[in-house]
């Protein structure tokens, strides 16, 4: 049996921290309220020169090294990511350019904060049907270039960043072999207002009114999008441990979305689970939308907190709407 598994993990954030109390100067907040709602005391900005593809070609770069490959090895690239470096060529062209993985495939996917699994989800299809062997899958956010700082709903939350993984065809019997057991996928465009960036695509142009009236930012409505992503991220994460027979038990680590804290708490305590389990970086990076999740991941990774033969469960949510849950044996 061939299985997906990941060899290889990497992230990267940039280098300028901006604290709760650098935004709030300007909104009157208190850091501490922020942090307290929010579960986040800071997150990293991008300076004006980083694009998204600076950001994923610095995270490839740590997951091959950790994964002991060759970037001549990679056969496809697929790059999550809701900021890219421009309308098009895709951002994951420039990333192989940049990597020097000449002739392979490359192209870039958007399902907002799901997009990292589901972009897992296509290299695991590739990898299963045997038209790749071995790929990067990477997800890069420069959310600062779309946060209105003057939107105290979204200005705390968003942070820059770039988590990837290698993954790699393997074989060998079906309960010894390591790797991506599944992946479910969903969405609901009809909540898309939830979270959205109403001008900058052809339905609602970037005109100087548009800009002018900050349309090209994002926005959010938060009470609502909070209520639904925990309500479907549990039934995601509930039904494919179901499906596969596996029980909470059973998960040595939970990493999910970093969304805000609050959410991170509340999916905790309904899947009564230890929060020892459930890996959270959302207090120092921010929600990094589609590269918070294989952040989480490379963080376990690197502090110890998965290991050979782990089963690991991987749940997330963002706009669209969109979620997914996946779970893969280390």
Request: include cysteine; charged fraction near 20%.
């Amino acid at each position: 049996m061939i299985r997906t598994r990941i060899i290889g993990t990497g992230s990267y954030l940039p280098d300028r921290v901006v604290p709760n109390g650098e935004l709030g100067a300007g909104l009157g907040t208190n850091p501490a309220k922020v942090l307290r709602l929010t579960g986040i005391s800071e997150r990293r900005r991008a300076t004006e020169s980083q694009a998204s593809s600076d950001l994923a070609v610095e995270a490839c770069r740590e997951a091959l090294t950790s994964g002991g490959a060759l970037a001549s090895s990679i056969e496809a690239i697929l790059v999550s990511t809701t900021s890219p470096d421009s309308a098009f060529p895709s951002t994951a062209c420039h990333v192989q350019h940049r990597l020097g993985c000449r002739g392979v495939a490359a192209f870039d996917l958007a399902a907002s904060c799901s997009g990292f699994l589901y972009g897992l989800s296509m290299a695991d299809a590739m990898i299963r049907s045997g038209q790749i062997k071995q790929c990067l899958v990477v997800s890069a956010e420069v959310k600062s270039s779309s946060v209105d700082p003057a939107d105290a709903d979204t200005a705390f939350l968003f942070g820059d960043g770039a988590g990837a993984v290698v993954v790699r065809a393997e074989s060998g019997p079906d309960q010894q072999t390591q790797g991506v057991l599944g992946i479910r996928l969903y969405a609901d465009g009809g909540r898309h207002n939830l979270i959205h960036i109403a001008a900058g695509g052809s339905r609602n142009r970037a005109t100087v009114a548009a800009i002018q009236a900050n349309e090209h930012k994002i926005r959010m409505e938060g009470g609502p999008l909070f209520r639904l992503a925990v309500r479907k991220l549990e039934q995601a994460i509930r039904d494919i441990l179901k499906e596969f027979g596996v029980g909470l038990d059973d998960i040595a680590q939970i990493l999910l979305h970093q969304a805000n804290g609050r959410i991170l708490s509340c999916l905790t305590e309904r899947l009564g689970v230890s929060a020892s389990k459930v890996c959270s970086v959302i207090e120092r990076y921010g929600n990094t939308s589609s590269a918070s999740l294989p952040i989480a991941l490379d963080h376990a990774v690197r502090n110890g907190n998965v290991h050979e033969g782990d089963v690991v469960l991987l749940g997330s949510f963002g706009g669209g709407i969109t979620w997914a849950a996946g779970l893969v044996k280390w």
